[in-house]
């Protein structure tokens, strides 16, 4: 399974990017799929998690109700579109196959794309 993630690169506050994840492997609607990200000098933190079919979706409180993510299994792509940025969403983005919170539940990972929100 290999994963890239894309879309990254440099946002006023306030706007919007979405990011892209291609899923090269394994059939991709039997997975769940997840973002995380890492900022500066920080541990990697959950941002949200889609079932295989994208029927559910869960977000960390700290983007509830500013990111969606969203998944197009027909074109083995996961979204995760950002809205409101915030300075402090500043991070390398990674998204992972798996499922909820814990990187311990996620078996592949893509490279990561770096988003920088400047206020």
């Known amino acids: 399974v290999q994963l890239q993630a894309s879309g990254g690169g440099l946002v006023q506050a306030g706007g919007s990017l979405r990011l892209s994840c291609t899923f090269d492997?394994?059939?991709?609607?039997?997975?769940?799929m997840g973002w995380f990200r890492q900022a500066p000098g920080k541990e990697r933190e959950f941002v949200g998690w889609i079932t295989a079919s994208g029927g559910e979706v869960y977000y960390a409180d700290s983007v509830k109700g500013r990111f969606t993510i969203s998944r197009d299994n027909a074109k083995n792509t996961l979204f995760l579109q950002m809205s409101s940025l915030k300075p402090e969403d500043t991070a390398v983005y990674y998204c992972?196959?798996?499922?909820?919170?814990?990187?311990?539940?996620?078996?592949?990972w893509g490279q990561g794309t770096l988003v920088t929100v400047s206020s």
């Open positions: 492997g394994r059939t991709f609607n039997r997975y769940h």
């Open positions: 992972g196959q798996g499922y909820g919170s814990r990187e311990l539940n996620y078996d592949y």
